[in-house]
């Protein structure tokens, strides 16, 4: 059987030489991504000025793009829309959400979860004046946390400093008992292994556009919103591009119909563009294998440390069920030692105050770049090379 | 004296033979976008990858853009941040500003006021659940309706259907009589006017990137918060860029200082840096001499239409004090008259229902354009060009 990844890792720019690991955070550059900005300039904006709003489909651009990421997601046409950052997303699945629980005050997370995540739950909190808090428990005891006073529970399904995998059917089994919607985010599952939105039934997901879907930095997010709760849902961010005739200029806002409610200023079309050519990358692409491959690099690479640096903790669970597409091991200088990983030409990522991250992305790195890069954390430590002064001066805001 | 406009032009990309009138809708493209663009994805994203956020300057890109920005509206540095769109910085300064006036509910605007500026105050009211609501009134009657029930005066400099201009000095003296704190959007006055910020005294401002400033479709917003209440400004987004230690990832909102508070979510960088380059072109560019070539070219264009087609009403004010950098006309039928004006050359913007609209540019159109605009308008309207069938086919968006 031919590899299927032989040929994805040519669809993306990467420096010679280099493992890049943190796929996570940004996704590397995919080669199209050039011809299509520079036709975007040339023929669009430059060419058709603001008539590109409809002769290139900007306006439609950001559903357009949703329909392509919910397909990746088992999501129906018209129920992903893209705008704004996944935090802006957050916060409006999560008014909507406590909609759908009146009454009810908790917004429960656990402490695993994205601090974005967290930071906008507790600011709506207060926002709102009316007793809403947010709760967060151990990820683990997250599942038996779920009661009758929580109004929605916010759950990351891998966690971005660990990798740890949350079984998210049995989350959504418990909420769906106890009355309680899910918003369910993404970041670190689209693009990384399989995802059915559909099938796991949640009522709200949200995911941002630049780790494993390699959109650029700071690439637009993607919110998805159940088919059934189109028409009651609101979010309480009002803007033109979410009224049902935005361009009737009428005085009161009227919000359209289903997702694009989710719309609010003028998108950024420049970054949608980039995001869009990025796409092009799954095509024939089939995330079961994906996510094989991803276990794959994890294994490999847990193998590999474990077999020259046994002392190295691994945080990153075992269990294939848990993991994410990512392997995390804590260290004391973690820092000093992802610099001096950058050395040896692995490019990973420091989390305070321990963690030594390791994103594994199959479209572009192959299972023995995954093992290499483990001989080489090994050596790292074992050769104390991150020990150099150099390597501790933090002078980067990272 | 030489035309100081003689080169700006050249830094634009624009369509052999077009008159574009519709920069206040979406600016032209500066030529030094495209090689920057390539560069930021070839030597930034494609090069650095996540190293980018340090080594190319992405994250503090926001500020410097809103310094950027900033210089050029009376701001001083670290008062402007560039974030998200002109809707929900809106959202953000509304909140900020009722926490100024505590007990008031009315925020006042005017029914000349940009839709998406109602919308979003619309939807912060009904969200506050505390009998906030809004008021509009004429934008005649805006000064007169400022009392002290008035919790924020939000209003926009130049009316964005009629080229209206407010006397915001006279709103902001009497804003500050009645203890009413003024969100001023100068969506259509950054670029097109002189704007002092720090001279007129209001609490903020916010504006786009996409018109004036011609940063391309959809660029980023940016927000002035006034200095001396930076300390105490707070924004109900709470996201991990306005953390004051994001890379803590620390489990409580703890906000930045200042500005940076106005940050929620990872900015899209792509956006930013079209938005960053299009900012060359104002080097050494004196904006009171853009309003006075603005103001020849609008009173060029109205003295054509004058002369050849008397009977075309004119909605845009004589008075220059009163009038932005666009001209508008009411016709019964606009849309047609737009249409078959762009296969006269000149691309002007239809609002519905009678509106013709014209944007002045300086920096790329010249006052003789603006005149030959006005000759061709006239003779549009005189000869009855519009009044083919598919001229009135709306099968577009806008």
Redesign the interface.
Known sequence: MSDPFATTRDLF?L?EGLI?M?GN??G??PRG??PR??AM??EE???Q??????GAG??DLPRRLGDRIGAMLGAPPGSVMVA?????NT?KLL?AALRLAPGRRVILSD?GN???D???A???A?????GHRLE?VAPEALEGAIGADVGVLLVTEVDY?TGRRHDVPALVTRARAHGVPVVLDLCHSAGALPVDLTALGVEFAVG?G?KYLNG??????YAYVRPDLQADFA?????????AA????????RPAEGINRLR?????????T?LDAALDVWAGVDMAMVRTRSLAMSDAMIAAVAADCPGLELLTPRDHAARGSQVCFRFEHAYAAIRALMAEGV?G?F??PHTMRFGLTPLYVSVAEAEEAGRRIARVINRRAWDRPEYHART???
């Open positions: 720019e420096p890049y943190v955070s940004l590397a550059m991504v050039k900005m520079a300039l040339n904006w430059g060419a000025l603001v008539a590109g709003w409809n900007w306006f704004d950052s996944t935090t802006l916060f008014v402490k994205f601090p974005t967290l930071y906008v507790q600011g709506l207060g926002m709102l004046g009316q967060t400093s941002c630049y650029g930095p700071g690439a637009p997010s979010s309480p961010l009002w803007g033109w591009m979410g009224h935005p361009f009737d200029f009428a005085p009161d806002y609010v200023g003028t998108p950024p079309i420049v970054s949608m980039a490019h990522d989390r305070a980067a805001v990272t």
